[in-house]
């Protein structure tokens, strides 16, 4: 079975950094797009950043300031996030997501990131 378990998140001042990190299990990583997701109260699910190979993609709002990488030995994705803004605020969730012969999407649980004074 395809796992995927996020950490990483909790509690920075503005302009701080955190990294998260997607751990997976029963799939290899380089298989896959892989994705960072977030979500705030009362918001829709928003893609931030993927990576396709060594190709990496991220929306405008957060290019710049987040960098998605993967360690293949570690069968890892991460998400390094610097010069955080309250607006960032959410639960963070990693996806997993592939065509072959039939789509194949998975979802970690996700975890909290909270920009705040």
């Known amino acids: 079975q395809v796992q995927l378990v996020e950490s990483g998140g909790g509690l920075v001042q503005p302009g701080g950094s955190l990294r998260l990190s997607c751990a997976a299990s029963g799939a290899i990583i380089s298989m896959y797009a892989m994705g960072w997701y977030r979500q705030a109260p009362g918001k829709q699910r928003e893609l931030l950043a993927y990576?396709?190979?060594?190709?990496?993609h991220y929306v405008d709002s957060v290019q710049g300031r987040f960098t998605i990488s993967a360690d293949s030995p570690a069968n890892t994705v991460y998400l390094q996030m610097d010069n955080l803004v309250p607006e960032d605020t959410a639960m963070y969730y990693c996806n997993a997501d592939r065509t072959v012969l039939k789509r194949e999407t998975y979802w970690g649980q996700g975890t909290q990131v909270t920009v705040s004074s």
């Open positions: 990576i396709v190979g060594d190709h990496a």
